[in-house]
């Protein structure tokens, strides 16, 4: 009975985020400035990502965790096709372990990724040109005093992060919801321009915290 109320549970929680995603696209029809249509866009993707890990948690036989080589195939998937990237030449690479993860990580890190995923699409290439996007997700192999701890990459082989701008102080939304998104998952991040844009974030695995 437990199980088939949290199932219920994350259906509901996900169909209420497709409601909200797609509200956020009706509204944005009422404007014409293209950067609050950009706005709107940027945060139906952000309840995307949401609604995408109460999806996986929703399909999973534990309901609790979620397949993150999934969820990466899927999330980059939706972001492909919104950003009409089919007029281009660029390619998805995904190196991905087998990773399972809890909801109080899956959550930001979804956004981090959707974030990371979306600015290379939006600025790394310019028209008609190619490159490739690559996410990488793996499992370090550490002591026993260092359990669960990964190493996300998000990378492009595009035009580089402009070397006077500090991503930690851009006002970027999306890199600032990067940086406090890391600190909520008590992670990491370093960014490297050598031969177009590298972010990568090395975080270990928020425990459950159960509700009550």
Do not use: W
């Amino acid at each position: 009975m437990v199980e088939i109320r949290k199932k219920e549970i994350h259906h509901r929680i996900k169909n209420n985020l497709q409601v909200i995603s797609t509200l956020l696209y009706l509204e944005s029809g009422n404007f014409s400035d293209e950067k609050v249509i950009e706005a709107f866009r940027e945060s139906q993707h952000r309840v995307k990502s949401m609604a995408l890990v109460h999806e996986k948690l929703y399909q999973s036989e534990d309901m609790i965790s979620v397949d993150f080589s999934d969820y990466i195939q899927n999330l980059a998937n939706y972001l492909f096709g919104a950003y009409s990237v089919g007029d281009k030449n660029i390619s998805l690479k995904l190196d991905v372990d087998n990773i399972f993860l809890g909801m109080d990580t899956s959550v930001p890190l979804g956004i981090i990724i959707n974030e990371l995923v979306s600015n290379a699409l939006k600025h790394a290439f310019q028209k008609k040109e190619s490159g490739e996007i690559c996410v990488c997700l793996k499992k370090e192999e550490q002591g026993s005093s260092e359990k669960n701890c990964f190493s996300l990459v998000v990378r492009d082989n595009g035009r580089g992060f402009p070397e006077e701008i500090d991503f930690r102080e851009t006002d970027s939304l999306g890199l600032q919801l990067v940086i406090n998104l890391v600190d909520q998952i008590e992670g990491s991040i370093e960014l490297n321009t050598h031969e177009g844009t590298e972010f990568r974030i090395r975080f270990k695995e928020l425990r459950y915290r159960q509700r009550m």
